[in-house]
């Protein structure tokens, strides 16, 4: 169910036989006392200060005020007498004061409108900004410097606009509120549109004496360096968000957030794949066939790590917990090494003998073909 309306002299605190002198004082002295620039962010003011308006318009307006204390609420309804209308327009030559019939169907409607008001408290305009990082900041995390520039309440002022020991008039056409209401056709097809009031702009009030210092505006454009931590862990194309670090608000409306867009520099050695890391390891074909006690790297430093002999290539070992830190901070992800054995590709003759050797040993070079592989290599030296 709709919400229930208050009585309109109760609302402003008379009697209902009240003069207009009485009706005026009134409503003056409320609109003071809920403006928003005494009470930046308070919505139960702001909420007050609507029924006021409502009810001083009313009230302050002979026929208006004939027909609410005639017929209550009902008889200021701008709806009331025009729900039970059916019928074709065409033809008729309704006059709807230059609207069209698409502005009464499709536009603000039946009485009311969507004018939105800049009288209540308005938050702040989001900023962006960049950084680079290495990828060394990126694991442990870091601090950034970087240089913002954005609106800041206008310290002359403090965000009123108006110079310093002068304050701002409440416009005498919206009374406050910031929007006016403009009402069209007559009868049953009467209907009421709302709209920034164009005396004040929409701001509810006026300025006969700006502030030199912003002009009027209530804020001003400075230049900032902003501090920001970086968190461990962060991933190329994320953002951190600084809240309250955007550009002021208006009316007492809180300041917006800056965006701060991460771009991590790559490594030479790691890939990254969300908190696991893949490096590529090449060893030698000794230490793939032995065994061999390495040193790897990773992102905490070298690492002390077991090559098992006999080791294939293409091997890939899992370090549980060696990876990146979870941007959360919940854990880390693992490391993943990828053996690749290296093959010689320069061997001198001593060499080449000891491969021989060794094939001979595990059977690879059969010893009945040995003086054969011995005249093969003969015949390639005198070649040479």
Same mark, same amino acid.
């Given at each position: 169910?709709?919400?229930?309306?208050?009585?309109?002299y109760e609302?402003?605190?008379?009697?209902?036989?009240?003069s207009?002198?009485?009706?005026?004082?009134?409503?003056?002295?409320l609109?003071?006392?809920?403006?928003p620039d005494?009470?930046?962010?308070?919505?139960?003011?702001?909420?007050?200060?609507?029924?006021?308006?409502?009810?001083?318009?009313?009230l302050?307006d002979?026929?208006?005020?004939?027909?609410y204390d005639? !017929?209550?609420?009902a008889?200021?309804d701008?709806?009331?007498?025009?729900?039970?209308f059916?019928?074709?327009?065409?033809?008729?030559? !309704?006059?709807f004061?230059g609207?069209?019939?698409?502005?009464?169907?499709?536009?603000?409607?039946?009485?009311?409108?969507?004018?939105r008001?800049?009288?209540?408290?308005?938050?702040?305009?989001?900023?962006?900004?960049?950084?680079?990082?290495?990828?060394?900041?990126?694991?442990?995390g870091?601090?950034?410097?970087?240089s913002?520039?954005?609106?800041?309440?206008?310290?002359?002022c403090k965000?009123?606009?108006?110079?310093?020991g002068?304050?701002?008039?409440?416009?005498p056409?919206? @009374?406050?509120?910031g929007?006016?209401?403009i009402?069209?056709?007559?009868?049953?097809?009467?209907?009421?549109?709302?709209?920034?009031?164009?005396?004040c702009?929409?701001?509810?009030?006026?300025?006969?004496?700006?502030?030199?210092?912003?002009?009027?505006?209530?804020s001003?454009?400075?230049?900032r360096?902003?501090?920001?931590n970086?968190?461990?862990?962060?991933?190329?194309?994320?953002?951190?968000?600084? @809240?309250?670090?955007?550009?002021?608000?208006?009316n007492?409306?809180?300041?917006?957030?800056l965006?701060?867009?991460?771009?991590?520099?790559?490594?030479?050695? !790691?890939k990254?794949?969300?908190?696991?890391?893949?490096?590529?390891?090449?060893v030698?074909?000794?230490?793939?066939?032995?065994?061999a006690?390495?040193?790897?790297?990773?992102i905490?430093?070298?690492?002390?790590w077991?090559?098992?002999a006999?080791?294939?290539?293409?091997?890939?070992?899992?370090?549980?917990g060696?990876?990146m830190?979870?941007?959360?901070?919940?854990?880390?992800?693992?490391?993943?090494?990828?053996?690749?054995?290296?093959?010689?590709?320069?061997?001198?003759?001593?060499?080449k003998e000891?491969?021989?050797? !060794?094939g001979?040993?595990?059977?690879?070079i059969?010893?009945?073909?040995?003086?054969?592989?011995?005249?093969?290599?003969?015949?390639?030296?005198?070649k040479?």
């Open positions: 169910m709709p919400e229930q309306k208050r009585d309109f609302v402003l605190g008379v009697s209902k036989g009240a207009d002198d009485e009706l005026k004082k009134a409503y003056r002295k609109v003071k006392q809920y403006h005494l009470n930046p962010g308070d919505k139960t003011a702001e909420a007050k200060l609507k029924e006021i308006n409502e009810a001083y318009e009313i302050s002979k026929d208006k005020r004939a027909k005639q !017929f209550g609420h008889g200021v701008p709806n009331f007498g025009a729900g039970g059916n019928g074709d327009f065409g033809g008729f030559g !309704f006059d004061g609207f069209d019939l698409g502005d009464i169907l499709f536009g603000s409607g039946f009485g009311g409108g969507s004018s008001s800049r009288t209540g408290p308005i938050k702040g305009e989001r900023l962006r900004a960049s950084v680079t990082i290495s990828f060394e900041e990126a694991a442990s870091c601090e950034k410097e970087i913002v520039t954005r609106m800041e309440q206008c310290d002359d965000g009123s606009g108006c110079a310093p002068t304050t701002a008039e409440v416009c056409d919206c @009374r406050g509120s929007q006016v209401r009402q069209r056709g007559g009868g049953p097809l009467s209907f009421t549109t709302t709209a920034a009031c164009p005396k702009g929409g701001s509810g009030k006026i300025i006969h004496s700006p502030c030199k210092s912003c002009n009027g505006v209530g001003v454009r400075r230049q360096k902003i501090t920001v970086i968190p461990a862990g962060i991933d190329n194309g994320q953002a951190v968000s600084l @809240r309250g670090q955007g550009s002021a608000g208006k007492g409306g809180p300041a917006g957030d965006l701060i867009s991460v771009t991590v520099r790559p490594h030479p050695q !790691f990254r794949d969300g908190s696991d890391l893949y490096l590529d390891q090449p030698t074909f000794l230490q793939a066939a032995l065994g006690e390495l040193e790897i790297p990773s905490d430093g070298k690492l002390k077991t090559l098992p006999g080791t294939q290539p293409g091997t890939v070992f899992r370090l549980r060696k990876g830190p979870s941007v959360n901070g919940r854990g880390r992800g693992d490391q993943y090494v990828n053996v690749s054995v290296k093959v010689p590709t320069s061997l001198n003759n001593e060499q000891a491969l021989r050797s !060794f001979q040993a595990m059977g690879e059969p010893a009945e073909n040995d003086e054969g592989l011995k005249g093969f290599f003969e015949k390639k030296k005198k040479r």
